[in-house]
């Protein structure tokens, strides 16, 4: 028995501080400063990073209990079964056993996606204390202080730095609403002006913003990604809001003169087009992107625009696209009304004169740009000519 | 990684329950452990295992081969091999600065238990 429990021991050990290390790890890309982000690769890279290591670490702490159950089986089945119970232990593995129960809480919920938002995030946040707890268990049994303090303090600072700067705003730029319009049912369009130093924004960008009181008006106040539409004269710029939860569906009803704090900007979606001919396909709100970067001025090379709606009603921007279309030759817009079966999606392909030449940008649904996907690749469009965002921050 | 925590989350949970089982069902079984830890071993016996090698020692009333433990040690073998061949029962309990070993170290400990102090 001697023999083999140390392995078992020695496994149990090895996979909790790897598993640990990783989920620590997990919380750095969840900093989000503009500037960071832009050097990593983008707010999608640093959130697939973060995903993989929150999910491999959970995954090797889940075998560090089974393994020191192993390193106990060969004694007895019981004292297998007694050394991991949750009950009758000391605090520190109580400990342990509350923080797994808390990260399995919180990532069960990480993967349902038809969550509310809010309900969503609510529940991710779960997962902080999972972490921490995770690290004071290591620290309490481990009898290695050192290593765990150092985990802990990573952990505390990489929470506190996204706490304060991003979920509090203390990072946020302040801004005022300037105009608002509606532009289909549902979608209004918020212009705002900067109170202070303009965000560096592009078109295909979008911002995080958190809209506050006005003369008439109480906002949410809560962060909430919004693309931006335009960019204006002297920092001003636009961004889209459907109504698609509680905080959107209270900014239908958005006057000027309210305080919003702005952080960001984020994204990268347009800046790689290259000089081929372009294909942009847009679902719904989807569009969005695309406005910003026609409202820039006429299109520097051929640009097809595939907007697919469920309604005309729902068509944002509709009409200012149809005149952008009368009046620059190189823009073509493509509009239909489409259900999830995107039936004219094939149709509307195919008057795409080069198809297979163009480089693809697709904003929309993931089914959409799923379904797309598929069609291009049957037209002869390579993968690595397709660039989709799904503006999700899930 | 939705398919990582799912499978993750069910093999997880399917092997607690299997623990919880045997634990619960069959306690007594593996029988060949259970007999050797009820062995009875002489203090003059332990003191033949002395070295960092083959190190033995006593731990109220009980008896312990810790030889593969010791690269293990948290703070390394030194503050352990002194001990090899000896009781340590007041070392193991006070770390000879009046703080105990942890939960976890308690949890360890049975691993290496092979007898018991004969009297």
């Not at chain 1, 192993?70 to 000391?90: C, K």
């Not at chain 1, 911002?207 to 001003?236: I, K, M, N, Q, R």
């Not at chain 2, 190190?55 to 001990?83: A, K, Q």
């Not at chain 2, 703080?99 to 170290?105: N, Q």
């Amino acid at each position: 028995m001697a023999t083999t429990a140390p392995g078992w021991l020695t496994l149990s050990s090895a996979l909790a501080w790897a598993g640990t290390l990783l989920l620590v790890a997990s919380l750095l890309p969840m900093v989000r400063e503009p500037r960071l982000v832009a050097m990593l690769g983008g707010l999608d890279r640093m959130l697939r990073w973060h995903h993989r290591l929150g999910t491999l670490g959970y995954a090797l702490v889940l075998g560090h209990p089974l393994a020191l159950a192993a390193a106990r089986w060969s004694a007895s089945p019981r004292a297998a079964w007694e050394a991991i119970a949750p009950w009758g232990q000391p605090v520190g593995v109580t400990l342990g056993w509350a923080a797994l129960g808390l990260l399995m809480a919180g990532l069960a919920s990480t993967f349902a996606m038809r969550l509310p938002y809010r309900r969503w995030r609510w529940l991710h946040r779960l997962l902080a204390p999972g972490v921490l707890g995770g690290v004071a268990h290591a620290g309490l049994l481990s009898g290695r202080a050192a290593p765990a303090l150092a985990l802990g303090a990573i952990a505390l600072a990489a929470l506190g730095w996204r706490l304060l700067r991003a979920d509090l705003g203390l990072a946020a730029s302040p801004y005022r609403v300037e105009r608002v319009a509606m532009r289909a049912a549902g979608v209004i369009e918020a212009t705002l002006a900067p109170q202070a130093a303009p965000l560096p924004v592009q078109a295909g960008q979008f911002v995080l913003a958190a809209f506050g009181e006005g003369p008439h008006y109480h906002g949410c106040d809560e962060f909430h990604p919004f693309t931006v539409s335009g960019v204006g004269a002297g920092g001003t710029l636009s961004v889209a809001v459907k109504a698609l939860g509680p905080c959107t569906r209270r900014l239908q009803a958005l006057q000027p003169g309210v305080a919003v704090r702005l952080q960001g900007p984020f994204g990268d979606f347009l800046d790689d087009r290259g000089a081929a001919p372009q294909l942009w396909v847009a679902g719904g709100i989807g569009v969005t992107p695309f406005v910003a970067a026609l409202r820039e001025g006429p299109v520097r090379r051929p640009t097809t625009l595939v907007y697919l709606f469920r309604d005309r009603r729902d068509a944002a921007f509709l009409e200012e696209l149809q005149a952008l279309a009368a009046a620059d030759r190189g823009f073509e817009l493509l509009a239909a009304e489409a259900d999830e079966r995107l039936a004219p999606l094939e149709a509307m392909l195919a008057r795409v004169p080069g198809l297979g030449g163009r480089r693809v940008h697709a904003c929309g649904p993931a089914a959409m740009v799923d379904a797309l996907r598929g069609r291009l690749a049957r037209h002869g469009v390579a993968a690595g000519a397709v660039r989709a965002e799904r503006f999700d921050f899930r | 990684m939705r398919t990582l925590f799912l499978s993750s989350t069910l093999a997880f949970w399917i092997t607690v329950a299997a623990f919880w089982a045997g634990g619960t069902w069959w306690p007594g079984a593996g029988g060949g452990q259970a007999t050797a830890a009820d062995r009875e071993i002489a203090a003059a016996e332990v003191a033949r295992h002395a070295v960092p090698k083959d190190c033995w020692m006593i731990i109220d009333g009980r008896v312990y081969d810790v030889t593969r433990y010791l690269p293990n040690h948290p703070v390394g073998p030194s503050m352990v091999v002194p001990w090899c061949g000896k009781d340590a029962s007041e070392a193991y309990c006070t770390k000879n600065a009046g703080r105990p070993h942890t939960a976890y170290a308690d949890q360890l400990l049975p691993a290496y238990r092979i007898g018991t102090l004969a009297h």
